[in-house]
């Protein structure tokens, strides 16, 4: 059987998802699709609006066959530690591709972008130093160096998200010299962050839940509208955010130098964010936080570290390895057959059943394994859920 990999955040799951998924099965006339998700909290460092469980069942029901959970350690860092883990996932599921969405949907020249990036020559280097020493942030300065090797256009497509992403994936392939060959879709619709109301745009659903319009997403989605009506998502935003600025005002200095991200003084930064008057709401600590040089997403990622008790420490060390197990979150029988077929060839633990299975994992393997089912935790606390240790208690979804 040919496996199909897609990484995704399915937060939540719509219309686009599903046309991603049917045309790159089209496109690479694949038996089974594999998909890596997101848990309880994404990439940009805040809670998905959905829990994992139901966000795994509308993809089962629109095309996925296979289900696994990106730990947390992956899913909420920076773009190439995010694909580095994903890609290390398919990779352990022998998938034959991965496919993703793009803006530029041509998969050349994402190559040829992600393999300057990768192999980063003399000039390349020599022309990045300079743009930094400009005062261009990281991101411009990387756009006009590629721009100036390669192509001007290129530096459009290293300023869009998906393309970043999609060439972060082809960088993770190049390096570990891995047997996945890369696909695009191109993306139709409202960019990632864009609210306008489409059938495609992320963004524009994930609004229409906070304001509880729910009824009114019913052009966005192949399932009905009561599926979305799971969550408490206003409360869980605000309970979130108010989180983030009580643990930053019983934090130190030494306490917030030491997450994830920060450097070059940003702990100041951020520890007097939080001493303005009046008191200073999430969305003003990202703001004022925030600049030319470091964008408002890694200062999400450093506040959910912060709300995880999560060190840089701790995770660079987990971050220089590769996933250390396959968490199942739900298949078909497709994904059944395939997970029965490639079982005894797979080179890091499946774990199907906490209770049981995480016995086959090393120490340090169990700590990450802890980081995902404390995440979970609080994101059933923010949720106003009282029942805990979800991880332990829901065995895979079978969608047979």
């Known amino acids: ?136 942030s990281f991101a411009k300065a990387r756009q006009k160096s590629v721009a100036a090797i390669l192509h001007p256009a290129d530096a459009k497509i290293l300023s869009q998200p998906n393309n970043i992403l999609g060439i972060e994936y082809i960088k993770a392939i190049d390096r570990k010299q891995l047997n996945i060959s890369p696909v695009t879709i191109k993306r139709y619709g409202a960019h990632h962050d864009d609210q306008s109301r489409d059938s495609f745009s992320s963004s524009a659903l994930r609004k229409l839940i906070k304001d509880n319009t729910i009824d009114s997403a019913k052009n966005y989605l192949p399932y009905s509208t009561q599926i979305l009506k799971r969550t408490n998502a206003v409360h869980l935003e605000k309970n979130y955010e108010n989180l983030i600025r009580a643990k930053l005002l019983t934090s130190s200095i030494s306490q917030l130098k030491a997450l994830p991200d920060v450097s070059e003084g940003l702990e100041f930064s951020i520890y007097n964010a939080i001493k303005q008057t009046p008191f200073p709401s999430y969305n003003e600590i990202i703001n004022s936080t925030s600049s030319k040089r470091i964008p408002k997403s890694r200062i999400r990622r450093i506040l959910f570290y912060l709300a995880m008790n999560i060190s840089n420490s701790i995770i660079k060390e987990y971050w220089n390895d590769e996933v250390p197990y396959i968490k199942i979150l739900g298949m078909n029988q497709r994904g059944r057959d395939y997970l029965s077929s490639i079982k005894k060839d797979i080179s890091v633990p499946l774990l199907i059943n906490l209770r049981s299975n995480q016995v086959q994992l090393d120490k340090q393997a169990r700590k990450i394994l802890d980081l995902d089912v404390r995440a979970q935790n609080l994101w059933n606390f923010l949720n106003e859920d009282t029942s805990l240790f979800q991880d332990y208690r829901h065995l895979p979804i079978l969608n047979f």
């Open 1 to 136: 059987m040919k496996a199909l990999g897609i990484v995704a955040e399915y937060n939540p799951f719509h219309n686009g998802h599903r046309f991603h998924i049917q045309m790159s099965k089209k496109v690479t006339v694949s038996d089974v699709i594999i998909v890596v998700m997101s848990g309880p909290f994404v990439q940009r460092g805040t809670p998905a609006v959905l829990d994992k469980w139901t966000r795994c069942q509308t993809a089962l029901l629109n095309g996925a066959d296979l289900i696994c959970e990106l730990p947390v350690t992956w899913a909420t860092a920076n773009a190439e530690i995010f694909a580095k883990g994903a890609v290390s996932m398919l990779d352990a599921l022998q998938c034959a591709y991965l496919s993703f969405g793009s803006e530029t949907g041509k998969i050349q020249p994402l190559m040829d972008i992600a393999h300057l990036l990768s192999s980063e020559p003399p000039q390349f280097k020599t022309i990045l130093k300079t743009e930094l020493s400009r005062g261009n």
